[in-house]
Structures are given as structure tokens and as C-alpha cells.
Antibody
Framework: DVHLVESGGGLVKPGGSLRLSCAGSNFTFSTYSMNWVRQAPGKGLEWVSSINTRSNYIFYADSVKGRFTISRDNAKQSLFLQLNSLRVEDTAVYYC?????????????WGRGTLVIVSS | QSVLTQPPSVSGTPGQSVTIPCSGSNSNIGSNYVYWYQHVPGTAPKLLIYRHTERPSGVPDRFSGSRSGTSASLTISGLRSEDEADYYCAARDAAVRGPVFGGGTKLTVL
């Protein structure tokens, strides 16, 4: 069964940092573009960042640009998100998501998410 | 505020059909494929519909999607209690580098 598992969330103070990880299993991770999507409490889904298979096309939502960094390690079937200069409004469940093959840039597989709480 | 507009909630009784609308614009729904996701809080969101009308393997044919102009809809027929979840529409948008989502619709099976 293919799946994605996120980890690394937790409680952090404003201005702090966290590194999220996402491990892919039972599929060829290196052939898929990957994304991070978040959901703040009581809110809808918000796209955060995307990275292609070779890490040479990387994009961020304006709300996180300059503070978050996406990366991947295909050999370890892993996706990462470095969160710096965290703000209260970054509090959310962060999901990693696999991009469907075929160029649509939407997702066919998601993880269960990891919760990030930014609070003093 | 989400780019795509969905009603916050819909409800139905077992066996009924419900339709969840999703409204966008020419830069998203009007020019790109629409996807639908089912999300039970605490679990991984699940792809229900892709490319307006297609179902991944394993998704029952009770779930169907459509698109007309800048609007799309998800119809669930033969409602079951296990269909209770949040449903999100999504599409690429020419104005942003990533997808845009609806605010989500909570389906209650009475």
C-alpha cells in the first residue's frame, strides 16, 4: 500500500524554527513532484510549496516565501520543509502531497499530516 | 478567504443524493481541471475525482463530478453514513504557482 507519513511537528515560539519530514513508501518517490499543503484550525486547505523531481523547480506561496524552504532526498524517499521565523498564523496541520502524473499539478496521495503550533 | 467558493455545509439522509457546488473563475476552474477530495479530520485527504469527472480506482461510482464554465460540482448518490466528511474542490490557477482550494463543505448524513 502506498503512503506518505509526515513527522516533525510540535510547539514552537514565535520566531522559532522547525523541520518537517515526509517519508514516502511503496512507490518510486523520485519520479513524483511533491508539495506541502497546510490547514489552519477551522480553515480550509492552503498550498504552501512545491518541488519537482530534480529539485530544480521550487515554488512557494507568498505567505511563506523567504521563511520556508522545501527540499527532498530521493535516495531516502523523503521530503522536507524547513520552517523559519515562524508566526502565530503558521499554526496548522501540514500535509505532504504527491502530484498526480500527467501535468495537472494536483495531488493523488496525501499523508495524515503533522501539527505545528506557534505560540508563546 | 478561499479562492474557490463552496457552501460550508450540506446534509442529506441515507439513500438520498447531494450535490456540492464549487465556484471559481476563468483563471482556475474555467481553464484547468477540477479535483475533489474527501477529508475525515485526523486522516489523510483522499482523492475522489480528478480531471473534472474521472474516478480513481477504488472510488465508488456513487461519486461523480462535473464542470460547466467557471463552476464545478460533486454529486454523491445513495448517501451512506460513512460519507460524512469534509469535501474540497481544487484547481490550478493561472495567477499562482500552486493549486487553489475551496473552503470545504461539511457533509452531514442525518
Amino acid at each position: 500500500d502506498v503512503h506518505l507519513v509526515e513527522s516533525g511537528g510540535g510547539l514552537v515560539k514565535p520566531g522559532g524554527s522547525l523541520r518537517l519530514s515526509c517519508a514516502g513508501s511503496n512507490f518510486t518517490f523520485s519520479t513524483y513532484s511533491m508539495n506541502w499543503v497546510r490547514q489552519a484550525p477551522g480553515k480550509g486547505l492552503e498550498w504552501v510549496s512545491s518541488i519537482n523531481t530534480r529539485s530544480n523547480y521550487i515554488f512557494y506561496a507568498d505567505s511563506v516565501k523567504g521563511r520556508f524552504t522545501i527540499s527532498r532526498d530521493n535516495a531516502k524517499q523523503s521530503l522536507f520543509l524547513q520552517l523559519n521565523s515562524l508566526r502565530v498564523e503558521d499554526t496548522a496541520v501540514y500535509y505532504c502531497a504527491r502530484v498526480i502524473q500527467g501535468g495537472d499539478f494536483l495531488f493523488d496521495l496525501w499523508g495524515r499530516g503533522t501539527l505545528v503550533i506557534v505560540s508563546s | 478567504q478561499s479562492v474557490l467558493t463552496q457552501p460550508p455545509s450540506v446534509s442529506g439522509t441515507p439513500g438520498q443524493s447531494v450535490t456540492i457546488p464549487c465556484s471559481g473563475s476563468n483563471s482556475n476552474i474555467g481553464s484547468n481541471y477540477v479535483y475533489w477530495y474527501q477529508h475525515v479530520p485526523g486522516t489523510a485527504p483522499k482523492l475522489l475525482i480528478y480531471r473534472h469527472t474521472e474516478r480513481p480506482s477504488g472510488v465508488p461510482d456513487r461519486f461523480s463530478g462535473s464542470r460547466s464554465g467557471t463552476s464545478a460540482s460533486l454529486t454523491i448518490s445513495g448517501l451512506r453514513s460513512e460519507d460524512e466528511a469534509d469535501y474540497y474542490c481544487a484547481a490550478r490557477d493561472a495567477a499562482v504557482r500552486g493549486p487553489v482550494f475551496g473552503g470545504g463543505t461539511k457533509l452531514t448524513v442525518l
